[in-house]
């Protein structure tokens, strides 16, 4: 009898199951998935050691290469072994570049942003970058341009 028992409480949880009236623990849902490994990495002029992590669609490589056509680790060193443009004395920093065309009689230019969080954590603590570990590189993005998106001819 008690296996009979067992085996219809089994059935009966499989038809539950199918009909959606089963009550499971939700699975833990993680807020904001990013990939933490890191792209690229320089050190700035006043020794800290700054990393571009993959990251999503919202921070790191993956935001700012489709979003604001930036795909060269080159590019970010150029802004950030100059020096600091704007600092918040809270680990938010802010580097600027130029690029210049080349190759042309009447070269443009275009001015971009690299913005680094040098902290463990994002100002809206959505994410963490891990004990003795920095955010990085958050964006980068062109200035005076639809969408702060790089123009293609800057190659950068």
């Known amino acids: 009898m008690r296996k009979i028992t067992t085996l219809a409480a089994a059935m009966a949880f499989a038809a539950s199951l199918m009909s959606g009236t ?3 623990a939700p699975m833990p849902v993680v807020p904001h998935p990013w990939d933490q490994r890191v792209k690229c990495q320089t050190d700035d ?3 800290r050691h700054i ?8 921070l790191g490589w993956y935001h700012f290469t489709g979003r ?3 795909k060269k680790c080159s590019t970010l060193y150029a802004a950030l072994h100059g020096r600091v443009d704007r600092d918040d004395h809270h680990g938010h920093l802010e580097c600027d570049g130029v690029v210049f065309e080349t190759g042309v009689p009447r070269p443009r230019q275009v001015k971009f942003t690299v913005v680094v969080q ?3 954590k994002t100002t809206d603590d959505r994410y963490d970058a891990g004990r003795g570990q920095k955010i990085g590189v958050i964006t980068a993005f062109c200035h005076n341009q639809p969408g702060n998106k790089c123009p293609a001819w800057a190659k950068l």
């Not at 990393?51 to 919202?58: D, F, H, P």
């Open 51 to 58: 990393v571009t992590r993959y990251g999503n669609s919202e």
């Open 22 to 24: 089963a009550s499971a």
């Open 68 to 70: 604001h056509n930036i």
């Open 118 to 120: 040098y902290t463990r």
């Open 45 to 47: 002029p006043e020794g």
